[in-house]
């Protein structure tokens, strides 16, 4: 079952973030938490338990922007990144969906969407 975030979820996110090594979300837990709060952010779960999650920003009408993508290690490959990434994007069907990928998931998304070349920095950065 796919619903909205709610704030209650959090914690189970966090543990998914821990598992992923996303350190740095999980020590700025307040952060984190508010960027859920304040984002386009859907959770799917099984047996009451969050399994996938999907946060991403937009214009709803130009971009979408997929900040972050999560399914959790034991329950992959049955399609539950896809079925997340569809249903935000039938949310908002004239956006382009954009999101930033690791090098161990760039194989997965390589069929689906065209690379396209980025900067980022974070403020104390030069």
């Known amino acids: ?8 979820d959090i914690d189970q996110i966090q543990a998914l973030n821990k ?15 508010h960027s859920w709060q304040h984002s386009v952010a859907f959770v799917m779960e099984l047996e009451n338990e969050v399994v996938a999650c999907i946060r991403a920003l937009t214009d709803g009408y130009v971009s979408l922007y997929v900040c972050e993508l999560i399914v959790r290690k034991d329950v992959r ?4 990144a896809r079925v997340l990434l569809d249903y935000v994007h ?10 930033l990928a690791t090098a161990d998931s760039k194989d997965y ?12 920095r974070t403020y104390h950065e030069n």
Not at 1 to 8: H, L, N, Q, S, Y
């Open 77 to 80: 490959g049955k399609g539950y």
């Open 109 to 120: 998304y390589t069929p689906r969407f065209r690379p396209f070349y980025g900067f980022r």
């Open 19 to 33: 598992a992923e090594g996303w350190d740095n979300l999980v020590a700025r837990h307040e952060q984190t938490l």
């Open 90 to 99: 039938d949310i908002y069907p004239s956006t382009r969906m954009e999101l």
């Open 1 to 8: 079952m796919i619903r909205a975030f709610r704030t209650a």
